[in-house]
């Protein structure tokens, strides 16, 4: 049997070792770790009597109990398989490919946008006004612009701080940009659960890491409490940004 072992095998290996810590990392970020688990031990028990020793009537039971749970593990984990099926799509290297499908005279963010936003986080940072700004890139954000309130107007300074202002209706929630332009505030945006963020990072940090997890946007936080201004992409933080900074990152995702 040793002599059967060819490239393929461990080329299947790797993958399937690839799949299951996408998995576990998946299940991590979204608190489900223990279900995880759970699953896992399930599956090593049913290849164990099922396969390995051949127990035909304990076999049967979790045959059967196999073809019901992952009908019912499709639903209960409907959120989760579909943002991995999302977070797929929006790596890098899928997107590369779809750039070279894609006109080259395009321009994917109008560079109008990343002035007024600095300069509108640095007012407020000064002013410790709390803010939460998201910028769309590849991925849609369509279901989280579905929870707030239309705007479709252009980028301005004085729209930004007239939104967040402490005592305005749309203060709440997060402000999405879509292709240089305010498409919707007052927004809710999907709360990460990963316990690595430091406790002193509140709610709105955690809203734009959990946007940042499930998608390949850009959430600018400016604290309330501090008034220091950063960003979340990629499933990382990036803090205590200067405008110089800001600008720079801005502009480096157009």
Same mark, same amino acid.
């Given at each position: 049997?040793?002599?059967?072992?060819?490239?393929?095998?461990?080329?299947?290996?790797?993958?399937?070792?690839?799949?299951?810590?996408?998995?576990?990392?998946?299940?991590?970020?979204?608190?489900?770790?223990?279900?995880?688990?759970?699953?896992?031990?399930?599956?090593?028990?049913?290849?164990?009597?099922?396969?390995?020793?051949?127990?035909?009537?304990?076999?049967?039971?979790?045959?059967?109990?196999?073809?019901?749970?992952?009908?019912?593990?499709?639903?209960?984990?409907?959120?989760?398989?579909?943002?991995?099926?999302?977070?797929?799509?929006?790596?890098?290297?899928?997107?590369?490919?779809?750039?070279?499908?894609?006109?080259?005279?395009?321009?994917?963010?109008?560079?109008?946008?990343?002035?007024?936003?600095?300069?509108?986080?640095?007012?407020?940072?000064?002013?410790?006004?709390?803010?939460? $700004?998201?910028?769309?890139? #590849?991925? *849609? +954000?369509?279901?989280?612009?579905?929870?707030? =309130?239309? /705007?479709? %107007?252009?980028?301005?300074?004085?729209?930004?701080?007239?939104?967040?202002?402490?005592?305005?209706?749309?203060?709440?929630?997060?402000?999405?940009?879509?292709?240089?332009?305010?498409?919707?505030?007052?927004?809710?945006?999907?709360?990460?659960?990963?316990?690595?963020?430091?406790?002193?990072?509140?709610?709105?940090?955690?809203?734009?890491?959990?946007?940042?997890?499930?998608?390949?946007?850009?959430?600018?936080?400016?604290?309330?409490?501090?008034?220091?201004?950063? $960003?979340?992409?990629?499933? #990382?933080? *990036? +803090?205590?940004?200067?405008?110089?900074?800001? =600008?720079? /990152?801005? %502009?480096?995702?157009?």
């Amino acid at each position: 049997m040793f002599f059967d072992f060819t490239i393929k095998d461990i080329i299947d290996i790797l993958l399937f070792a690839l799949l299951l810590y996408y998995l576990y990392k998946l299940m991590k970020d979204s608190g489900s770790l223990n279900i995880f688990v759970g699953i896992m031990m399930f599956l090593f028990v049913w290849v164990l009597v099922s396969k390995i020793l051949s127990m035909r009537l304990l076999g049967s039971v979790f045959d059967q109990m196999m073809n019901v749970g992952t009908i019912a593990l499709v639903v209960i984990f409907r959120e989760e398989i579909r943002n991995f099926f999302k977070s797929l799509g929006s790596r890098r290297y899928f997107k590369y490919m779809s750039t070279l499908f894609s006109r080259k005279d395009e321009k994917d963010v109008s560079e109008a946008y990343v002035m007024p936003v600095v300069k509108a986080c640095m007012s407020m940072a000064q002013q410790k006004v709390g803010a939460l $700004i998201v910028i769309e890139q #590849k991925v *849609s +954000l369509d279901d989280v612009i579905k929870t707030g =309130e239309p /705007i479709n %107007s252009d980028v301005s300074q004085r729209l930004i701080e007239a939104i967040f202002f402490k005592n305005a209706p749309l203060h709440d929630g997060a402000m999405v940009i879509r292709g240089g332009r305010i498409v919707a505030a007052q927004c809710l945006l999907p709360v990460s659960h990963d316990l690595n963020i430091p406790k002193r990072l509140g709610l709105r940090h955690r809203s734009a890491m959990g946007v940042s997890e499930n998608s390949d946007a850009i959430a600018i936080i400016v604290s309330e409490e501090t008034g220091n201004i950063s $960003i979340a992409r990629n499933g #990382k933080f *990036s +803090l205590n940004l200067d405008a110089h900074k800001l =600008e720079q /990152i801005l %502009s480096a995702q157009r």
